[in-house]
């Protein structure tokens, strides 16, 4: 009866131990990307439109610091579709970016390639239209077949009444 007892008694002693030594330890911090300040889900207008898209961008699989993906299968000015994704060359320093001739890998892309400039990011540059919130804004010139168009927007703030 006693082995069974100290059995016992062992057993949630040691479980007691587990229990505390995996609620201690701390959380491993891994870190972010090169492009983590610059990289999101942004809801964008084309040429001052009501009309609100989702635009993403993200880092490198690199994880280059001169250079991010933007992408936007949706992305439309009137009826025209300019559906975009590649490669922007990108100074983390002033949070500007830009590109050239940049081959379009979107979805959908009804055209080959686009250009990049006069590209920005400023942070807390604008407020969530329903909740307030402080968050950073966008804003490019799209080149795409020889028209320009004025893309603006703000960062994806995570509050329902903020959604396009």
Same mark, same amino acid.
């Given at each position: 009866?006693?082995?069974?007892?100290?059995?016992?008694?062992?057993?949630?002693?040691? &479980?007691? !131990? @587990?229990?505390?030594?995996?609620?201690?330890?701390?959380?491993? +911090?891994?870190?972010?990307?090169?492009? $983590?300040?610059?990289?999101?889900?942004?809801?964008?207008? @084309?040429?001052?439109?009501?009309?609100?898209?989702?635009?993403?961008?993200?880092?490198?699989?690199?994880?280059?610091?001169?250079?991010?993906? *933007?992408?936007?299968?949706?992305?439309? !000015?009137?009826?025209?579709? *300019?559906?975009?994704?590649?490669? *922007?060359? @990108?100074? &983390?320093?002033?949070?500007?970016?830009? !590109?050239?001739?940049?081959?379009? &890998?979107?979805?959908?892309?009804?055209?080959?390639?686009?250009?990049?400039?006069?590209?920005?990011?400023?942070?807390?540059?604008?407020?969530?239209?329903?909740?307030?919130?402080?968050? +950073?804004?966008? @804003?490019?010139?799209?080149?795409?077949?020889?028209?320009?168009?004025?893309?603006?927007?703000?960062?994806?703030?995570?509050?329902? $009444?903020?959604?396009?």
């Amino acid at each position: 009866m006693k082995t069974k007892h100290n059995k016992i008694l062992t057993l949630m002693l040691t &479980l007691t !131990a @587990v229990v505390f030594y995996t609620g201690c330890k701390k959380d491993v +911090d891994y870190g972010g990307t090169k492009m $983590e300040k610059m990289s999101g889900d942004w809801h964008v207008s @084309v040429d001052n439109s009501t009309r609100r898209y989702t635009l993403y961008s993200f880092n490198t699989a690199d994880n280059s610091a001169t250079q991010f993906w *933007i992408q936007s299968t949706s992305l439309r !000015a009137g009826t025209k579709n *300019i559906a975009i994704k590649g490669k *922007i060359n @990108v100074d &983390l320093a002033s949070q500007t970016f830009s !590109a050239s001739n940049v081959t379009n &890998l979107g979805t959908g892309a009804v055209y080959t390639s686009f250009s990049v400039s006069n590209g920005r990011i400023i942070t807390n540059g604008t407020v969530g239209p329903g909740s307030g919130t402080p968050t +950073d804004s966008i @804003v490019f010139d799209l080149n795409i077949d020889g028209a320009t168009f004025k893309v603006t927007g703000r960062h994806k703030t995570g509050f329902v $009444e903020d959604r396009p």
